[in-house]
């Protein structure tokens, strides 16, 4: 890679409960820059209207390779006031986090780890597709867990924290299959998300993701079931 490259995009947030059915809920506005050396640094904004509402801004490293995180930053606001902010950094079996809350305060985590930290989901949508770079394709369609994975909020939405949460989970793949979403039809890979039981406060519905069949794994579309009934869907695409 000679340049680096940005990568632009819209998702559009919407309900599928029926008396709510495909009403807007929230959207997200990220860009994703591929760089020269090989890291990924991912800018989201996020916007929740169900109330109490959410507002998030991520900026977050990423090894382009695997995804592995390198250092993050979150601010949240939530029911219009400030929420708190963090900012967080990994390395070979460590992981450590300066954080400042409504509930809790100052907070200063340092963590030992097994070893690199695969993952660390600040709640961007757009991440959830990124997560995907953990399951090994060569292996084709089934089911892989993955552990020592780390959330910065162990809520749903993304809305208290943020602070670490080591969590576990796996990863389905489905396959390869052709979808049109609001920014074009595009080849994408179906993975799904299962396996939260036990390892979150509260267990995640089933949980679908479409990305990009490539290496940028943009997310194209994705649902969770159950009590949450929720879609999301990208609605604009912008590479140059």
Request: aromatic fraction near 10%; glycine fraction near 10%; charge should be negative.
């Amino acid at each position: 890679m000679s340049k680096h490259r940005n990568i632009r995009g819209t998702i559009l947030y919407t309900s599928k409960k029926p008396e709510r059915l495909n009403q807007e809920r929230g959207r997200e506005f990220f860009t994703l820059t591929q760089q020269v050396d090989g890291t990924d640094v991912l800018l989201a904004h996020c916007e929740i209207d169900d109330s109490p509402p959410v507002i998030r801004d991520v900026c977050l490293s990423l090894d382009h390779d695997d995804s592995s995180p390198i250092d993050c930053s979150v601010r949240l606001t939530v029911g219009g006031v400030f929420e708190g902010s963090g900012w967080m950094r990994f390395g070979e079996g460590m992981a450590e986090c300066e954080t400042y809350n409504r509930r809790d305060g100052r907070i200063s985590q340092k963590l030992q780890t097994p070893k690199k930290v695969p993952w660390l989901q600040a709640h961007p949508i757009v991440g959830d597709a990124l997560l995907m770079k953990l399951y090994d394709l060569s292996r084709g369609p089934g089911t892989q867990d993955f552990e020592n994975l780390f959330l910065t909020s162990p809520d749903h939405r993304g809305a208290t924290g943020p602070m670490f949460f080591v969590t576990a989970f796996s990863l389905g793949y489905v396959g390869e299959e052709s979808i049109s979403v609001g920014a074009g039809t595009f080849q994408a890979r179906h993975f799904q998300v299962s396996g939260t039981a036990g390892n979150l406060p509260e267990e995640h519905p089933p949980y679908d993701v479409w990305c990009t069949a490539d290496d940028d794994y943009i997310l194209l579309r994705a649902g969770a079931a159950g009590y949450m009934q929720t879609h999301y869907e990208l609605m604009e695409l912008l590479v140059d």
